[in-house]
């Protein structure tokens, strides 16, 4: 009688990868009971250790004569981090500043004729959770060709921004929907009421991250769990 | 006749929409009237909106296509472009040659197709009634057999991958597109001698909804309105991205800003765009890879941000990625060409005629699920 055990190692060896010779029919009654029983899977040749993933992308400082030292030169007494973050081709410079100067900074971009940042593309909200939310900034300069990026942070307690869609008019619809999902005050905007959401929605914030889309997570959990389909790299 | 003083005199809010065939989608506006002169204008948007951003934080990177297709729906393989651009840049892979070709042949027919719902459209809103609709969808419709050829789907493609393509093109491709082209070459003269010079048409968008170079770039608009008024400016040529530099094209530019401008301009980009298809069937590779040799299963992105955008037909289609590091974004923002652009409705309207506002919105082009997302 063969062991059920060594049914399943030798239907395993025969699927598996490694190639093992094809089990001899077998000999003798006791052939397959002497079959070590770690063998096909000792044979497998050990995955190469992952290095750990990086936390954080690592943070490059610009070069001398970017665009942050003509933003230090037209906004000075500004306390910011300047870095590299990267954009479709290249890279480019992004800020980080106070919410208290945010607004002298961008008065700054948009009025300095060295940085001349007069189109704002793109206005984002980020909730980083225990670090507080974030509102990112793309600038581009049409006569310049350069392009900055502004970034600000603020605590749940006190989510509050300078406006600045008096600086930039498109700024308005897009502080309107940051509002909506992430609950962040624009300080000073005209008509801060719901853009996207329901008009009495003012107290819920959907893209906040303590706002989970349960079930899709769980049925991704179930079918793309880690390691899934990780076999051919 | 005397006029009895005594009579209250008010301006007259109208509503229209959210259900109004202009609007081109659930799109409702209240105009505020002094006689036939719009005196103000609240857009109210957020009917289709269906938390998409939230949804991609859900989903991993190869999910997050087919959910680009349903945000702009008349510009499907854009959208996915920007998509797996700003996800190739982060993850640093490089795409091969005959993908990329692909991809912008793909793009540029779609833009095709989606400048021809607009001259039908538009043709409506003017008055010239189903004319140009047939033509234009008759048109449209050769487009997206060639789209339904490739990708097995009418409308929601999710045919590009990261890192490439889903699959080979079938074989007869490119005969097919350069058989698909000489009818869309026909299709744009056929609606160039039905609008153009049309009388109508032309009193009705003539110095209607003038919006200056300046302005225009303060309300962020981005595309063909923002090339109407006058700047000179488009992302393939001045911040390329894919293979855009191989081609020769003209970007055309308007002189005053208004609904004729937006419409002379988009004709023209239909023409540069067949061009730009004549350049890369030419320049196709005729076999070679369509996905990367060494391509990870599963898509992991390194921790970082990028925002990557591309010439949508509506303008700049922008994405923000932010990740921490996984198989799916932390943050992904999707910058849409046709929010920013409605968002200076309200200027271009005020001081208007109230039968002029369907103009205007018309001229916008706006997709109503890439406004709300």
Known sequence: ?233 | MVLDSSLEVIDMPINMGPQHPSTHGVFRMVLVVDGEKVVDVTPHIGYMHRGGEKLMEAMDFRQGIGYADRTEYLAQFSAELGYCLAVERLMEIEVPDRAEYIRVILTEMNRLSSHFMFMGAFGIDSGIFATSFVYAFREREYLQDIFEEVSGDRLMYAYFRVGGLAWEVPDNFVSRVQEVLVKSQQGIRDLDDLLTKNEIFMARCQNVGNFSAERAIAYGVSGPILRASGVNWDLRRDEPYSIYPRFKFQIPVGNYGDVYDRYLVRLEEMRQSISIIEQALQQLPPEGPIVPEKMPRRLRTPPGEVYAKVESPRGEWGVYLVSKGGDKPYRMKMRSPSFCNLSALREMTIGQYLADAVMILGSLDIVLCDVDR
């Open chain 1, 1 to 233: 009688m063969t062991p059920p055990d060594g049914q399943d190692q030798e239907t395993t060896g025969a699927a598996g990868e490694t190639p093992v010779t094809p089990p001899s029919p077998a000999p003798e009654g006791a052939a397959p009971a002497e079959q070590p029983a770690a063998k096909p899977a000792a044979e497998r040749p050990a995955r190469p250790v992952k290095e750990a993933e990086p936390k954080e992308a690592p943070r490059v400082a610009p070069q001398p004569g970017s665009i942050s030292e003509l933003l230090a030169k037209a906004a000075p007494g500004v306390e910011m981090k300047a870095y590299m973050v990267p954009s479709v081709v290249g890279e480019s410079v992004a800020v980080e500043v106070g919410r208290d100067d945010l607004r002298a900074v961008m008065t700054a971009v948009h009025d300095d004729a060295s940085l001349d940042l007069k189109y704002l593309r793109c206005l984002s909200g980020i909730d980083w959770q225990e670090e507080g939310l974030e509102v990112v900034y793309h600038l581009w300069s049409f006569s310049k060709r350069h392009a900055l990026t502004v970034k600000t942070r603020v605590t749940y307690a006190d989510p509050t921004v300078p406006s600045i869609s008096a600086i930039y008019p498109s700024a308005d619809w897009h502080e309107r929907e940051t509002r909506d999902m992430f609950g962040i005050n624009f300080d000073g905007h005209p008509n801060l009421v719901p853009l996207l959401l329901p008009d009495d929605m003012t107290d819920h914030f959907p893209l906040r991250k303590d706002n989970p889309l349960q079930e899709i997570e769980e049925w991704q959990g179930d079918n793309l769990r880690d390691g899934a389909g990780e076999g051919e790299e």
